[in-house]
């Protein structure tokens, strides 16, 4: 008998917020197995009880020292054999960045990656980050361990994942180093799941700019995405973009899985 496994990830970009715009009423439609929140803006303390579990058995908070900022949540209908807040990294684990959870197939890593678009020093902070994750992820799967890398990547791969390709290549998210960061990245042993069932897709965006009101004519940004490890390439059954879902800048990402 197989078993399907749906996870969905999305930027909720605040979470309070998020509640507030039909995220229960999503979740109950969807019915994902496990559920990846990026920027929940929140501590666990400051949310309701609704929102503390949204109805899964199980949730881990990763929260910024800091107030209102970054912060991910890892919700799941079974109890991980392991949970990690972090890469034992402090000035990444300190920004609420990671939830690292580990299932009987695989280890799921939540990542809200940072955004290098304020200045020099965000930009350098995420180049090393973009690094750093790198060698950590190498090890890992050196380990035989098979992994899916769920979250905010705030890079944006191919041409084809952003809307205007040759004026965003100066923006932090598209830069040529970031993209070569992804594609080193993938060569490490991972696969893109939507473009491994949509691997010519145009116009499919995960994230618009609330501020160029940028929904509306569709100038999006792929920057949200699932990607598993090679080994587990042949249990993927699908993946898409559930980009008719509101209620953030960001939307949902799905994919499916088959053991």
């Known amino acids: 008998m197989s078993d399907k496994l749906k996870i969905i990830s999305w930027n909720v970009n605040g979470i309070r917020a998020c509640a507030k715009k039909g995220l229960a009423d ?89 955004n290098g678009g304020s200045g020099e020093e965000r930009h350098s902070f995420k180049q090393q980050f973009l690094k750093d994750l790198n060698v950590h992820l190498k090890a890992q799967l050196k380990l035989g361990k098979q992994i899916v890398v769920v979250g905010d990547y705030n890079v944006a791969h191919k041409e084809i994942d952003v809307y205007d390709p040759v004026r965003l290549s100066k923006e932090s998210g598209f830069l040529p180093e970031e993209r070569e960061w992804f594609d080193a990245f993938l060569n490490l042993g991972f696969v ?19 501020r160029e009101l940028a929904r509306l004519g569709n100038r999006g940004w792929r920057i949200d995405y699932i990607c598993v490890s090679k080994g587990l390439k042949k249990h993927l059954s699908s993946a898409d973009i559930m980009d008719s879902t509101e209620g953030s800048d960001h939307c949902p990402v799905v994919v499916e899985l088959e053991f």
Do not use: M
């Open 26 to 114: 999503f979740l109950a439609e969807a019915k994902p197995n496990l559920f990846c929140v990026q920027e929940t803006k929140a501590h666990i303390d400051q949310v309701e009880e609704a929102v503390r579990t949204l109805g899964f058995q199980k949730s881990y908070w990763s929260s910024a020292v800091r107030k209102g900022y970054s912060g991910v949540a890892t919700f799941a209908d079974q109890e991980p054999k392991k949970v990690s807040l972090g890469i034992d990294h402090h000035p990444y684990d300190s920004e609420g960045r990671f939830v690292i959870t580990e299932h009987p197939q695989f280890d799921l890593y939540n990542i809200y990656f940072p």
């Open 192 to 210: 893109d799941s939507f473009r491994h069932f949509n691997p010519e897709a145009k116009d499919r965006y995960s994230w618009w700019s609330y």
